[in-house]
């Protein structure tokens, strides 16, 4: 049977993560550190031997992505199953503020649904499963996605509420005969120089 190793990569650092702001949708772009922290991902990155590379559309994601790719120099593929939740009327808040406008998150105006967010990205997994069985696929794509799959991989042991992930953090799954399992999450060994 097939296996198929996804790696997947939170995208590097934002001014709106350095400031607590919730993103989601909104399109913030890298700052210095985010870049610098693809930089170094990019030889972590190297050792996986990805052969295919799939990015969310989101600038912090795609150029995440594009950095990373200098090594590997594979065709870059944006799939918009791996884009962030959507805040709704919270993104740009701090999350004090978005405590305090919202103390029901999912009662936020405009939210997407968490069970649609875990809906999406399986949805955007089992695609990518099909398209590329048996290869090891790199995902540059969000926290609260990557954090969705967890919860559903792990069976809620993970993932939202349990895990915070770090910028280029990464998180391993593998999908063989049918079942998938978490291989590694949150994995930032790579970053130490960077971080400190």
Request: aromatic residues 8%.
């Amino acid at each position: 049977m097939a296996l198929t190793e996804i790696f997947m990569i939170r995208h590097g650092e934002t001014n709106w993560n350095k400031e607590k702001r919730i993103q989601g949708k909104t399109d913030i772009p890298l700052n210095e550190t985010g870049k610098s922290q693809a930089e170094i991902c990019c030889a972590a990155a190297k050792q996986f031997k990805p052969t295919v590379l799939v990015t969310s559309p989101l600038a912090r994601a795609r150029v995440t992505a594009e950095i990373i790719n200098q090594n590997l120099k594979l065709p870059l593929h944006k799939m918009s199953a791996f884009v962030e939740r959507s805040y709704g009327d919270a993104e740009g808040m701090t999350i004090e503020e978005r405590n305090h406008f919202f103390p029901d998150r999912d009662a936020i105006p405009n939210v997407e649904p968490f069970e649609e967010l875990k809906r999406r990205g399986m949805k955007g997994l089992e695609e990518i499963c099909k398209k590329y069985p048996d290869e090891r696929v790199l995902i540059v794509s969000h926290g609260a996605l990557i954090n969705a799959l967890l919860s559903v991989i792990s069976k809620g042991e993970l993932g939202t509420g349990v895990t915070f992930l770090e910028n280029t953090s990464i998180t391993k799954f593998a999908f063989e005969n049918g079942e998938w399992r978490v291989v590694d999450y949150n994995n930032t060994a790579h970053l130490a120089t960077v971080n400190e």
